[in-house]
């Protein structure tokens, strides 16, 4: 018997784990042993899983469920190599409940990490109109698995050193980090440019750090001026007409 061909070159890097993380979220591997598939409203996304798997396959267009209009990108491959790799990390067919753990190296967590966000993780950001000054903003990962979501907050929790806290929903759960252990995890994600990354997040992202470092100097005086002034502070400008943002 011949030696098996594989169209993915099996070995970890920043461009590999962070294709595993796109699959881990919005992958599929198929119950036929050999084919994996990728699916995503973003072609951008689509194309960035091609080039970092180095795989040449068509893309194609797919609806969801019991949807007719075909507004979704998919690309489906086959390579049993690759597919029995995915399963020796801990991924498998209808994973979506059953994900748990995954062996993701240490090396290339972040990576692994920020696929995830892409693929299933999103950024939002408000005013609070409670207090002066107050602008919050959270990064989420979703799973329809507690155990997976459990395994990812550890994970997190051992390399940045930041706890989040869990929110369950009507199917999912969600992981959710706020504002300064939000740019920790931010800056450990995107450690360096020209990552493979979703574009319209990161420019989200870094519009939302813009606006929390101008409210954060906008608190410090607001708080100088109230302790120097007494019951007479002076007036500070606040940022209120910052837009929110969801992705």
Request: proline share 2%; glycine share 6%.
């Amino acid at each position: 018997m011949g030696i098996r061909k594989s169209k993915v070159h099996i070995e970890w890097s920043a461009d590999f784990a962070y294709a595993i993380g796109l699959i881990t979220t919005d992958g599929n591997l198929s119950k036929d042993g050999r084919h994996i598939s990728f699916t995503s409203k973003d072609k951008e996304l689509i194309i960035t899983f091609k080039k970092c798997l180095q795989i040449e396959n068509k893309i194609g267009r797919k609806g969801r469920g019991s949807q007719l209009e075909k507004k979704y990108y998919d690309v489906q491959f086959g390579d049993i190599n690759f597919y029995e790799f995915l399963q020796s990390i801990g991924l498998s067919p209808h994973k979506s409940k059953t994900l748990s753990s995954l062996k993701i190296p240490a090396a290339f967590f972040f990576d692994f990490l920020r696929g995830c966000f892409d693929g299933d993780g999103s950024v939002y950001s408000y005013w609070d109109k409670r207090w002066r000054s107050s602008f919050m903003f959270y990064f989420s990962f979703c799973s329809a698995s507690i155990e997976y979501t459990n395994w990812l907050r550890t994970t997190i929790k051992k390399h940045a050193n930041v706890n989040g806290h869990i929110n369950k929903g009507a199917r999912i759960f969600q992981l959710k980090y706020a504002k300064k252990e939000a740019e920790i995890l931010f800056n450990k994600m995107f450690y360096r440019s020209n990552l493979p990354c979703l574009r319209r997040k990161i420019e989200k992202i870094e519009k939302i750090l813009i606006i929390n470092r101008h409210a954060d100097v906008v608190e410090s005086v607001d708080t100088q001026a109230r302790g120097a002034c007494g019951s007479n502070p002076v007036e500070v400008q606040v940022l209120s007409s910052a837009p929110n943002f969801e992705l």
